[in-house]
């Protein structure tokens, strides 16, 4: 099981949001990152930003969590969560 820490900013983009997608979007990491976060298919994936880093992606409806995972400190920290609408991943990261 892993720990799931939120970035500042990801408190502050989580407390933007209804009620309702703040719920749906609470359950969903509960659901897929507190077992398996660096999992990859379905609703997530792996995305690879150049000189070795990586961030992953969690889809949930029209929004997109971008987080990392500390295999070594069982920890996921959710860096942003972001409303996706018709623009490109790069767009919104």
Known sequence: MFQV?????????LEGLRAFDRVRILEAVERHLVRDP???GGQRKR???GEGDIIYQ???GDFRLFYDVDER???????HVRRK?????????
């Not at 400190?73 to 860096?79: A, E, F, S, T």
């Open 5 to 13: 820490g939120y970035q500042p900013e990801a408190v502050a983009e």
């Open 47 to 49: 995305i690879e930003l």
């Open 38 to 40: 660096q999992r990859i």
């Open 58 to 60: 969690l889809r949930v």
């Open 85 to 93: 609408r018709r623009k490109t991943t790069g767009e919104i990261l």
């Open 73 to 79: 400190g069982r920890l996921v920290i959710v860096r």
